[in-house]
């Protein structure tokens, strides 16, 4: 029987598992893809906007010599630590369920990549997922199209089309200043008013300048309500369209990007038994300790946020395994 069972190794569940070994647990990630999977999915070129310290896990230090680092060097520097550690991870396996015996131990059902069916029981099960795999979906029509995305990694395949970018975070301005930069014609279609207060300050008047010049077109007050093959049909707020042409816009298009955000998968924590409370669908559990309501059932990480994914970050989430550790190392004692 195993210790403990940590599911997801993002930075939060790496933490929450090298946490479970000092007070003596060996246990088992278990990641349905690679290790620090979510981070791997950023763009290719991204820097973080945390400082090195803040993502430091396992009290080994996260050395670069950027104020911030990059993308690859999160995936050497996270790489590293599980195999500093020895953390025992099963990459490319799938937990399925955990099931709640009379006994208070689990059973914890996993399928690899070839769809062998795996059983494990354990005492204490560590929620560590993210939330990449559930983007916000828009409802709309040609939202399945092959031409919409919504994960952007890198410009170059965008060299010199026309595309939409959905959304007004930083991820899309991000991703709108690199397709300008490899030539394409860039929209950005975003439902706020004015340009989001949580845009990089150091970002903001670049992009701010290159949409007054006419290099990125920017529509506020808008949403898109329609993809075809080559065409974005967009609504916007009386506040944005002076006129009722400008109110519904259809223009050429190659490309969509839905950079709209990810929420964690909340029916997998139902099937649990752990209940979910108010309009974001957050979890209950104890902030002192992050068990949930079923005992011995822990979450770490962005999926304690429910809906509210950007509430929890690797630097806040990162000590949640230190949180677990002590309450399940003060009811050993």
């Known amino acids: 029987m195993e210790q403990a069972i940590v599911v997801g190794a993002g930075p939060c569940g790496l933490s929450a598992a090298i946490e479970l070994q000092r007070i003596g647990l060996n246990p088992l990630v278990i990641e349905k893809n690679v290790v620090v999977h979510s981070i791997y999915q950023y763009p290719t070129y991204m820097r973080f906007f945390s400082t090195p310290e803040l993502l430091e896990i396992g009290n080994i230090p996260f050395v670069t010599p950027h104020e911030k680092p990059s993308r690859q060097e999160a995936l050497t520097y996270y790489r590293t630590v599980a ?31 070839w769809g062998k069916l795996r059983e494990y029981e354990t005492q204490h099960v560590v929620i560590a997922t993210g939330y990449f795999d559930h983007p916000n979906l828009l409802g709309i029509p040609g939202e399945t199209s092959p031409k919409v995305s919504h994960f952007f990694r890198e410009a170059h395949p965008y060299t010199g089309t026309k595309v939409a970018i959905i959304g007004g975070s930083n991820s899309a301005i991000d991703a709108a200043l ?19 207060p949580y845009i ?7 992009f701010e300048s290159m949409v007054n ?48 955000g990810f929420r964690p998968d909340r029916s997998f924590l139902g099937n649990m038994g752990v209940r979910v409370e108010g309009d974001y669908d957050i979890p209950r559990f104890d902030p002192e300790t992050m068990e949930t309501n079923v005992e011995g059932l822990y979450v770490a990480g962005v999926v304690a946020s429910g809906r509210e994914a950007n509430e929890v970050f690797i630097e806040t989430g990162r000590k949640h395994g230190s949180l677990i550790a002590a309450h399940i190392a003060g009811k050993r004692s």
């Open 83 to 113: 195999e500093r550690h020895r953390v025992r991870i099963n990459s490319y396996e799938t937990v399925i369920e955990a099931r709640k015996q009379p006994d208070g131990r689990f059973v914890v059902a996993s399928q690899d990549r």
């Open 178 to 196: 690199e397709l300008m930069r490899v030539g394409a014609e860039v929209t950005v279609v975003y439902r706020g008013d004015t340009y989001s």
């Open 200 to 206: 990089k300050p150091w970002v903001r008047p670049i």
């Open 213 to 260: 010049k006419g290099i990125i077109r920017m529509l506020f007050g808008s949403r898109v309500v329609g993809i075809d093959n080559d065409t974005v049909t967009v609504e916007r707020s009386s506040s944005a369209a002076d006129t009722d042409e400008q109110a519904r816009l259809t223009f050429a298009n190659d490309f969509v990007l839905a950079l709209t």
